[in-house]
């Protein structure tokens, strides 16, 4: 439940984070380079992860993740939503955000070292020597140069990362030089989890996006995907000529098993088809805790869910009816009843310990007096009309959620009409014609890069053309507040952070949005699997290549 925009923005920092994944993998199959679709035929599902064309592989050999959510763009110049788990195996960026507790912020990827100029504005990287991208071409200063500017053009998704380089230069095959318009910490955008990925420019110029999301992996990760059945099962095999090397033990094949339903996803984990997944009934975490065959992860993360208000049709458009939505729920039997220990409630729309974050920030509280006295101000005294709430089917927390607020809202005389839908769907009447939309949209949200700016510009700043700003928010004030925050988040952090915590006082006094809770990220995995670790900086994520059985 996420992610971006399209259009052009200015860029973001950086400073903490924390996450989770895993994955897996059988027998090697033989590189098939990118080319054409017509050319590219895809192995069934089946038959690769038992053997088939490519050749032998055992269970044991194969990472299998139950997967909740679907993978709406596989294009590494446009995704940004699920698709993360599958594009974190298939690409890579030039650096790597560590997971929190490690010595270091960042770690080498595709760049070995790197370094920048007194004020931050000239950048350079030297690069990882004898990489190939899956179609066999060589990685060079070249196509890091076509990458960035490809997808900072195309303007997609969190390209506007990309937003203070101003030029790039390929100094030989081995280093690339960046200058930028304004100081900005650009060995922390190139780690980001979305838009930062390297990809083969002979296989992106020579493709379509199409034949990208028929499933076609052209990255330098030691995966590549083998065959994808959309909304089903996507299957990635191992790159022989992967950089890293490969050594016995290390998982040959790894497949996304696409379950919406909790209980079936509980029910693969727990019988040993699956070896990873995550969002399974919460009532049922415990009995897995006490499962030896299994082990649950707990942790932190920068995720949280928000129910937007549609604030362009009414009767939400009326601000004392959010503000009277926003005393309607109840938090403290939602946290205790339904969340336990996996959240806590939210101070607004920047996750707690997040620079930029505050627990100052107001937090409306369960009073149906008060949301009452606000309906009435408003001319709705005794309520009198219903409202649309649409939320992942697969999500069990966002429909309690709703089921909660529905019996709360009855005593004021509103009807909240809950309708669940997957996430394609929901994204679709969101993005529809707001006086057509729904009234409350639930998703979650996760940074791109660790900063204020991921949560307050790609949810709440205007938009000409719809993608995350679901609340369909406009206020010009708001938007300057955080587009200058941004530009001198890389030379005054305590200042752009407290102008980012006075725009989330705007956002909270007009109620845009219910804040419903900051999560901790749980994850399930087969006790067999080794080598796992949460990284927030990459939400769900398996970087399978790092593990055993």
Wanted: charged letters at 20%; glycine letters at 6%.
């Amino acid at each position: 439940m996420m992610k971006r925009s399209t259009f052009h923005l200015k860029w973001i920092a950086v400073s903490l984070v924390t996450a989770i994944f895993l994955a897996q993998c059988a027998g090697p199959a033989p590189t098939t380079p990118a080319t054409t679709g017509d050319e590219a035929q895809a192995t069934p599902a089946a038959e690769s992860a038992e053997g088939g064309d490519s050749g032998e592989v055992s269970r044991s050999d194969v990472f299998v993740y139950a997967h909740p959510t679907t993978f709406p763009e596989l294009d590494p110049a446009a995704s940004y939503s699920n698709d993360l788990v599958v594009m974190a195996n298939c690409y890579e960026t030039l650096t790597f955000y560590n997971a929190p507790g490690s010595e270091e912020v960042l770690s080498p990827k595709l760049a070995t070292e790197w370094e920048s100029n007194e004020d931050s504005t000239e950048w350079t990287f030297t690069l990882r020597q004898g990489v190939l991208f899956n179609d066999g071409e060589p990685f060079n200063a070249e196509a890091v140069k076509y990458s960035i500017e490809t997808t900072k053009e195309k303007g997609l998704g969190a390209a506007y990362i990309w937003d203070p380089v101003e030029s790039i230069e390929a100094v030989d095959d081995y280093t690339v030089k960046f200058t930028l318009s304004y100081p900005a910490p650009l060995d922390l955008i190139a780690s980001a989890n979305y838009a930062a990925w390297i990809y083969s420019p002979k296989a992106y110029a020579a493709n379509s996006n199409e034949w990208l999301n028929e499933g076609h992996c052209i990255g330098t990760g030691p995966y590549m995907i083998e065959s994808y059945e959309r909304g089903s099962r996507l299957v990635m095999t191992r790159f022989d000529d992967y950089w890293g090397g490969w050594q016995d033990g290390q998982f040959q094949k790894m497949v996304f098993e696409l379950i919406e339903d909790p209980v079936v996803l509980q029910q693969k984990i727990e019988s040993g088809e699956a070896d990873f997944t995550y969002q399974v009934p919460a009532d049922n975490i415990e009995a897995l805790q006490n499962n030896p065959d299994l082990t649950v992860y707990t942790n932190p993360s920068f995720q949280n869910l928000l129910g937007l208000y549609n604030t362009q049709k009414p009767p939400l458009d009326n601000k004392l009816v959010r503000q009277a939505l926003s005393y309607s729920f109840p938090y403290d039997d939602f946290m205790t009843g339904v969340m336990n220990s996996r959240a806590t409630q939210a101070y607004g729309p920047v996750p707690v310990g997040m620079w930029g974050s505050s627990t100052d920030l107001y937090q409306y509280t369960y009073d149906l007096d008060k949301a009452a006295q606000l309906l009435e101000e408003a001319g709705y005294k005794d309520g009198g009309f219903s409202l649309l709430y649409t939320y992942d089917t697969g999500n069990l927390d966002e429909q309690q959620a709703g089921e909660l607020w529905k019996a709360e809202l009855a005593k004021l005389g509103i009807d909240l009409e809950l309708q669940g839908l997957n996430w394609e769907a929901q994204w679709d009447l969101g993005k529809a014609d707001p006086a057509q939309a729904q009234d409350i949209f639930v998703m979650y949200w996760w940074p791109d890069l660790i900063s204020p700016y991921s949560f307050l510009y790609s949810i709440f700043h205007s938009q000409d053309e719809v993608l995350f700003n679901l609340a369909y928010y406009n206020n010009p004030e708001f938007d300057q507040t955080i587009e200058a925050a941004n530009e001198i988040t890389g030379s005054d952090r305590e200042q752009a952070s407290q102008m980012f915590i006075d725009a989330q006082k705007t956002l909270i006094d007009d109620a845009v949005s219910l804040f419903f809770f900051d999560e901790n990220h749980v994850h399930i995995a087969n006790s067999s699997i080794k080598g796992f670790v949460d990284n927030p900086a990459y939400p769900h994520v398996v970087f399978t290549y790092d593990l055993t059985r």
